[in-house]
């Protein structure tokens, strides 16, 4: 059974998601990525905050103006979502959403380049459960969580791999679909 979820956090890096799912630092072979389809997608009604004390973040329901920018990704195996699971921990619970696919209109950089919304799709995410107490009030930030944190979840080869040097610019990363990280900008 084929399984869609959508990722807000440290599962957006390629390698921490390829390490969760297939227990790997290194980049998995063309095949295996072949059987994810991986897109940006946004997430409305709910709000990212930064977990206090950790280097990931939570997302809660929210006013109807907020929204969560993240990953989709479609292909995942029934052992991927157990996977998930138990990474995820008690923290969270694994809920049904709808979120919308990002389509890009125009080169990046381009001062006319700017992200629609296409199609709606259901999938899974991880909603914080353990108690707003616990959440910053600030958004976590993606790009601070690639430059400063990822090498101590994955080391410093496989994050130097996963990025090719880089980071997202702008706005959250989106991960293309051979795993690789697209420069938002």
Not at 79 to 85: A, K, Q, S, T, V
Request: aromatic content about 8%; charged content about 25%.
């Amino acid at each position: 059974m084929s399984h869609t979820a959508f990722f807000y956090g440290t599962l957006m890096a390629p390698p921490v998601l390829h390490r969760v799912i297939w227990g790997s630092q290194t980049p998995p072979t063309p095949a295996h990525a072949s059987l994810l389809s991986v897109r940006p997608a946004i997430l409305h009604t709910h709000q990212r905050r930064h977990v206090k004390n950790a280097d990931y973040p939570a997302v809660i329901p929210s006013a109807p103006e907020s929204e969560v920018r993240g990953t989709l990704v479609e292909g995942l195996t029934d052992g991927d979502i157990w996977r998930l699971d138990i990474f995820e921990g008690s923290e969270y619970e694994r809920r049904d959403v709808k979120v919308r696919v990002l389509e890009s209109k125009g080169r990046a950089g381009d001062p006319e380049h700017k992200d629609m919304e296409g199609e709606e799709v259901q999938a899974q995410t991880y909603i914080w459960i353990a108690g707003e107490h616990r959440l910053e009030t600030e958004e976590w930030n993606f790009n601070h969580f690639v430059k400063e944190k990822m090498s101590r979840w994955v080391g410093r080869e496989a994050a130097d791999e996963g990025f090719q040097g880089r980071t997202s610019v702008g706005g959250p990363a989106r991960v293309g679909r051979e795993g690789c990280l697209l420069t938002c900008v």
